[in-house]
C-alpha cells in the first residue's frame, strides 16, 4: 500500500506558488490538486507553460501535481504530460432535460474520441462523483467508464458525495475497485434549510471535518488498506465555515493519517 496525501488548492487562489508549496508542505501533504480555472495560479489560457512551471516550483518544496481539475482538451492533455501530471480530475454534469441515460451515451462516445490523445500523451481523465445533477454514485462512475481502460479514465471517488447519497465506502470502494486511482476524503450532512412550519422540507449540504460527517473515514479507511490500495488520497479542504478553511484541513489531514495508522482490516 502506497499513497500521497493531496490537497485541492482551491480555498488559495492568491497564494503566490513558492508560498503555497510551503504552505501544503507545511500541512504535512505531498503533493496539490491544483486548479486550472480562471483567477487561480494557473489560468487555462496559460496551461502550455504555466503547468509545467508550477510543477517546478512546487516541486521545490517536496510537492507533486498528483491531478489538476481543468479542462480537457488536446492542449490540456498536452500540457499535463509536459509537467509530469497523471489526471484531469472532472465532475460530469447531467442534463435532466435530456435523460440520464442519454447523456451517458453521449458521454461515452465523447470519451472514446478522446482515448488516442490520451494514449498518445499517457494521461488519464479521473471521474469524480458528485451529488446533485451529476455523475453521483460510484456505479454511475462504473457504467459511464468501465469499457475503458483504466489507464484512459479512472475513478475519482469522493466519499462526502457517497454519504450524501447514502451510499457505504465499502460498497462504492468495490464498485469502481478496478478503476480506482484517487480517493476524495471530504465530509459533510444535510441540513434542513426551511422551518418546520414550511409545507416541504428543503435541505441544503453543511460541508464539515472528517470526524463530524457522514463520509465515514474510518470505514472507507478501514476497506482501502484491506485491499492494499495505492494511488492518491486527496483532501479536498471544502468547508461550510470559509473563514477557517486552515485550521480544518491541518485538523483532517492530521485525522486522516492517524486513521491510516490505526485502523485495523478485519480478520
Request: charged content about 25%; proline content about 5%; glycine content about 10%.
Amino acid at each position: 500500500m502506497k499513497i500521497d496525501y493531496t490537497v485541492f488548492t482551491k480555498p488559495w487562489p492568491g497564494k503566490p506558488l513558492d508560498e503555497l508549496g510551503k504552505f501544503v508542505a507545511g500541512l504535512g501533504f505531498q503533493g496539490v490538486e491544483l486548479p486550472v480555472r480562471p483567477g487561480f495560479q494557473v489560468e487555462p489560457e496559460n496551461i502550455a507553460g504555466g503547468l509545467k512551471e508550477a510543477a517546478k516550483i512546487l516541486g521545490d518544496h517536496g510537492v507533486k501535481i498528483g491531478t489538476v481539475a481543468g479542462p480537457t482538451n488536446e492542449t490540456a492533455i498536452a500540457a499535463c504530460a509536459d509537467a509530469g501530471v497523471p489526471i484531469i480530475r472532472i465532475c460530469v454534469k447531467i442534463d435532466p432535460q435530456k435523460g440520464y441515460m442519454a447523456e451517458e451515451d453521449r458521454l461515452k462516445k465523447e470519451y472514446g474520441e478522446l482515448v488516442p490523445l490520451l494514449e498518445k500523451h499517457g494521461v488519464a481523465i479521473g471521474i469524480q462523483n458528485h451529488a446533485d445533477y451529476n455523475v453521483n454514485h460510484a456505479m454511475g462512475i462504473r457504467h459511464l467508464i468501465e469499457g475503458f481502460d483504466s489507464k484512459h479514465f479512472c475513478a475519482v471517488l469522493d466519499q462526502a458525495h457517497c454519504g450524501l447519497n447514502g451510499e457505504p465506502p465499502e460498497y462504492a470502494i468495490d464498485i469502481v475497485w478496478s478503476h480506482l486511482k484517487v480517493v476524495n476524503l471530504k465530509s459533510a450532512f444535510w441540513v434542513r434549510s426551511n422551518g418546520p412550519d414550511a409545507p416541504e422540507a428543503e435541505w441544503k449540504k453543511h460541508w464539515t471535518t472528517g470526524r463530524h460527517g457522514m463520509a465515514y473515514w474510518t470505514s472507507v479507511v478501514r476497506e482501502l488498506k484491506k485491499r492494499n490500495f495505492s494511488g492518491d488520497v486527496c483532501l479536498t479542504a471544502e468547508y461550510s465555515d470559509h473563514d477557517r478553511v486552515d485550521d480544518l484541513v491541518a485538523e483532517d489531514i492530521a485525522y486522516a493519517k492517524h486513521l491510516f495508522d490505526t485502523v485495523e482490516t478485519d480478520a
